[in-house]
């Protein structure tokens, strides 16, 4: 059996050729994607200022193969980012991912005698 690690992904991306509907929908909903809804999960969460209504970005929990490394961690939250953005009718382009694999990741502690 392969290692597993946990990547955070970050994906941005701007929205595009969105309809008056969806429009409407996404500024009537600003308050619930706001800096307070930025959360790691499987499902993502969505964030976006409302104005202007341009950009956005989803964050992601994705465990996968160690082998296959931080590029598939990324490419796997962009698929999940495309999917819930098109079950909900929102049109955009240019989807871009920041990946940190949380099992490589160094921590740094402060030492004893400096706290």
Do not use: C
């Given at each position: 059996?392969?290692?597993?690690?946990?990547?955070?992904?970050?994906?941005?991306?701007?929205?595009?050729?969105?309809?008056?509907?969806?429009?409407?929908?996404?500024?009537?909903?600003?308050?619930?994607?706001?800096?307070?809804?930025?959360?790691?999960?499987?499902?993502?969460?969505?964030?976006?200022?409302?104005?202007?209504?341009?950009?956005?970005?989803?964050?992601?929990?994705?465990?996968?193969?160690?082998?296959?490394?931080?590029?598939?961690?990324?490419?796997?939250?962009?698929?999940?980012a495309e999917t819930a953005l098109r079950a909900l009718g929102y049109g955009f382009r240019?989807?871009?991912?920041?990946?940190?694999?949380l099992d490589t990741m160094k921590i740094n502690r402060k030492s004893a005698s400096r706290?």
């Amino acid at each position: 059996m392969s290692e597993q690690h946990t990547y955070r992904v970050i994906v941005r991306g701007t929205w595009d050729g969105l309809t008056e509907e969806a429009r409407a929908r996404l500024l009537a909903e600003a308050a619930d994607h706001g800096m307070a809804s930025m959360r790691f999960s499987e499902e993502g969460s969505l964030s976006y200022e409302p104005a202007p209504l341009k950009h956005f970005s989803m964050r992601y929990v994705v465990v996968s193969d160690a082998a296959d490394g931080e590029e598939m961690a990324g490419a796997i939250a962009e698929d999940r980012a495309e999917t819930a953005l098109r079950a909900l009718g929102y049109g955009f382009r240019d989807l871009r991912s920041t990946v940190t694999d949380l099992d490589t990741m160094k921590i740094n502690r402060k030492s004893a005698s400096r706290r």
